[in-house]
């Protein structure tokens, strides 16, 4: 019996899936997948940092269930979400002579999950995959929902499509091989789910932080409740016409400062997405939408995690501002040229924004500038 501590179900229909939760699960994936999807091949996609720390469990699991597979191993990063990595992985499945009704396996963080997710959606017209995300953001957001895709430059997930996995298997023991800086840009995400319509939320990872960090109980717990949340949104907005923006919150700032730092190391995407909540909570502020002293609190906790709040704390040289509103404009939520934000009234009071002056965005983010 797999050791399962959390399962959560995303109810779309036909296309529903489960999420499981626990330790150790990628040493149990044969026998899972085994019972689950009998008679499949496996194809696994993943990098070469996770090949190393996570991919003999995974195929040990395999083999030991009796399961074919083969490998796809790309470079770690996220300029691997980009065309030409896309075509080797897709060229990957068909020389492996993977089926339309064999799996992909999307090992690794949410640059592998999106890519892979993508590759499956259009190898032989599409294919099932199951996501194994091995990095906490990956675990609470992006290997739920659907979403995939790949990089542009013109902009961040530009280019892709909606595809859901047949299952989600979280195991919360990879997450202990992951660096200080990964495990806090991970942490961004699980913040923005207090943030966005659950302040109680927010206000027990106030309590938790320590005991998410250290990885006790509150840390499956954590992931759980973000996992349900999203299900949630995903089941009443599976395609992002309407409410699921609001998981965009912290993005659009985010996305524009990852194109404009080159999505390199210089920031991760949670990073990103951290400052991005900090400056999109400071632009409420300053046009009276929220109060100030809930931005401070913000900014607070998520440097207490251990993460950057602010441009400054970008190494290097920024871009110009006309530049970042260039990014900015590129975004998914723009509408006839109209720039939608997800703005807020305070902690846990999110909402979606529509043509946002773009003047009073490029103000605040001269200020913001210093």
Same mark, same amino acid.
């Given at each position: 019996?797999?050791?399962?501590?959390?399962?959560?179900h995303?109810?779309?229909?036909s296309r529903?899936y489960?999420?499981l939760?626990?330790?150790?699960?990628?040493d149990?994936?044969?026998t899972i997948?085994?019972?689950?999807?009998?008679?499949?091949?496996y194809?696994?996609?993943?990098?070469?940092n996770v090949?190393a720390?996570?991919?003999? @469990? !995974?195929?040990?699991?395999?083999d030991?269930?009796g +399961?074919?597979? $083969?490998? /796809?191993?790309?470079p *770690? &990063?996220? #300029?691997?979400?980009s065309?030409?990595?896309?075509?080797?992985?897709v060229?990957?499945i068909?020389?492996? @002579? !993977?089926?339309?009704?064999?799996?992909?396996i999307? +090992?690794?963080? $949410?640059? /592998?999950?999106?890519? *892979? &997710?993508? #590759?499956a959606?259009?190898?032989?017209?599409g294919?099932?995959?199951?996501?194994?995300?091995t990095?906490?953001l990956a675990?609470v957001?992006s290997?739920?929902?659907?979403?995939?895709?790949?990089n542009?430059?013109?902009?961040?997930?530009l280019?892709?499509?909606f595809?859901?996995?047949?299952l989600?298997?979280a195991?919360?023991?990879?997450?202990?091989?992951?660096?200080p800086r990964?495990?806090?840009?991970g942490?961004?995400?699980?913040?923005?789910?207090g943030?966005?319509?659950d302040?109680?939320?927010?206000f027990?990872?106030?309590?938790?932080?320590a005991?998410?960090?250290?990885g006790g109980?509150a840390?499956?717990?954590?992931?759980?409740?973000?996992?349900?949340?999203?299900?949630?949104?995903?089941?009443?907005?599976?395609t992002?016409?309407?409410?699921?923006?609001?998981?965009?919150?912290g993005?659009?700032?985010?996305h524009?400062?990852?194109?404009?730092?080159?999505?390199s190391?210089?920031?991760?995407?949670?990073e990103?997405v951290a400052?991005?909540?900090?400056?999109?909570?400071?632009?409420?502020?300053?046009?009276?939408?929220?109060?100030?002293q809930?931005?401070?609190?913000?900014?607070?906790?998520?440097q207490?995690?251990g993460?950057?709040t602010?441009?400054?704390?970008?190494?290097?040289?920024?871009g110009?501002t006309?530049?970042l509103m260039?990014?900015?404009?590129?975004?998914?939520?723009?509408s006839?040229?109209?720039?939608?934000?997800i703005?807020t009234r305070?902690i846990?009071?999110?909402?979606?924004a529509?043509?946002?002056?773009?003047k009073?965005v490029?103000g605040?983010?001269?200020?913001?500038r210093?």
């Amino acid at each position: 019996m797999a050791d399962i501590a959390h399962s959560v179900h995303v109810a779309l229909g036909s296309r529903a899936y489960d999420i499981l939760i626990g330790e150790h699960l990628l040493d149990q994936a044969g026998t899972i997948l085994a019972e689950r999807f009998p008679g499949r091949r496996y194809g696994i996609i993943t990098d070469d940092n996770v090949a190393a720390a996570q991919l003999p @469990r !995974l195929l040990a699991a395999l083999d030991a269930a009796g +399961l074919s597979h $083969g490998e /796809i191993v790309l470079p *770690a &990063g996220e #300029a691997t979400k980009s065309w030409a990595l896309l075509g080797q992985a897709v060229d990957g499945i068909l020389a492996a @002579r !993977l089926e339309r009704g064999d799996l992909i396996i999307a +090992l690794g963080g $949410g640059v /592998i999950g999106d890519l *892979a &997710g993508f #590759a499956a959606s259009i190898a032989r017209r599409g294919m099932g995959f199951v996501q194994m995300p091995t990095s906490l953001l990956a675990q609470v957001d992006s290997s739920v929902g659907g979403k995939t895709g790949i990089n542009s430059p013109h902009g961040k997930n530009l280019i892709g499509a909606f595809h859901q996995p047949r299952l989600v298997l979280a195991d919360l023991s990879t997450l202990d091989t992951l660096s200080p800086r990964q495990f806090a840009a991970g942490y961004a995400e699980v913040v923005k789910y207090g943030l966005i319509d659950d302040e109680a939320f927010f206000f027990w990872l106030e309590a938790n932080l320590a005991e998410i960090f250290a990885g006790g109980p509150a840390r499956g717990e954590a992931i759980a409740r973000c996992c349900a949340h999203k299900a949630r949104v995903v089941i009443e907005d599976e395609t992002e016409q309407g409410v699921r923006a609001l998981l965009n919150l912290g993005h659009t700032f985010g996305h524009a400062l990852e194109q404009d730092t080159g999505y390199s190391d210089r920031l991760l995407h949670g990073e990103g997405v951290a400052i991005g909540m900090a400056l999109a909570h400071g632009f409420s502020a300053q046009q009276g939408l929220a109060p100030s002293q809930d931005t401070g609190r913000i900014v607070a906790h998520l440097q207490k995690a251990g993460l950057p709040t602010t441009l400054a704390d970008i190494p290097g040289t920024l871009g110009s501002t006309d530049a970042l509103m260039a990014a900015i404009a590129q975004d998914k939520k723009v509408s006839r040229g109209a720039l939608t934000f997800i703005l807020t009234r305070g902690i846990g009071q999110a909402f979606i924004a529509k043509d946002v002056d773009p003047k009073a965005v490029a103000g605040f983010l001269n200020d913001r500038r210093g």
